[in-house]
């Protein structure tokens, strides 16, 4: 059965630093996503991207976040400068369409992020 | 902002019983609801949806229903086995484009044999 991946699956950085979170959605889908879960906290929408552009971002998805799709299986997410705050769990999801019963997002296993 | 509420943080069942795990929501732009199963350090299952024109959907042992006017539903798992132990997240999304999915904090499930 089809899956999106991730990689890597654990990632420690050092506050400041630049970090590249990688996905590879399902591979008839055309709609991706980023959510991450804080430690104890309900998992959050950050971005989603479709036809190579964001189509909608929360308020969580500052400057220092950027998205990327950069040939035709990779979905990328780049924390520029990263936050002790940044420290998450995030997902990638993807779907097959953006609404109705298609509209299932599947998601990824995840990437821990530790910032030092 | 808890657009998408799941009041019970956790619930315990006996194998082979019934479980009823609720939520709650209270944009009324929600059209679309979705059940996930998460076990830790993994990334959310998704398990079952329902739309808003229904009221019940079914899956084998997994069954969500919605109730609009009370804006409420509830996913019935029976019989219960203890490989469903998770955390189980309610999820909803709106008829406005893009379909961002917003979550309610999970309700953990214990089912003991």
């Known amino acids: ?116 | 902002d808890q657009q998408v509420k799941q009041n019970s943080p956790s619930l315990s069942v006996q194998e082979g019983r019934i479980s009823i795990l609720n939520c709650d929501y209270t944009n009324s732009m929600f059209d679309y609801f979705l059940w996930y199963k998460k076990y830790p350090a993994e990334g959310p299952t998704f398990l079952i949806s329902i739309s808003s024109i229904k009221d019940k959907n079914e899956d084998g042992r997994f069954t969500v229903f919605l109730n609009k006017s009370a804006k409420h539903l509830s996913l019935h798992i029976v019989p219960s086995q203890p490989g469903d132990s998770a955390v189980y997240f309610c999820a909803a999304s709106g008829n406005t484009g893009f379909q961002k999915l917003v979550f309610g904090t999970g309700t953990r499930l214990l089912v003991s044999p």
């Open chain 1, 1 to 116: 059965e089809p899956e999106v991946t991730q990689t890597p699956s654990h990632q420690v950085t050092q506050m400041g630093q630049e970090v590249i979170l990688r996905c590879v959605p399902i591979s008839n889908h055309l709609y991706f996503y980023w959510y991450r879960q804080i430690l104890g906290q309900k998992v959050e929408f950050l971005v989603s991207f479709y036809n190579n552009e964001i189509s909608e971002k929360s308020e969580i998805f500052d400057d220092q976040f950027s998205v990327e799709r950069p040939d035709g299986s990779n979905f990328t997410l780049k924390i520029r400068s990263t936050k002790l705050e940044d420290s998450a769990m995030y997902f990638c999801a993807s779907s097959e369409e953006a609404s109705g019963s298609t509209d299932t997002q599947y998601f990824g296993p995840g990437t821990r992020l530790t910032v030092l």
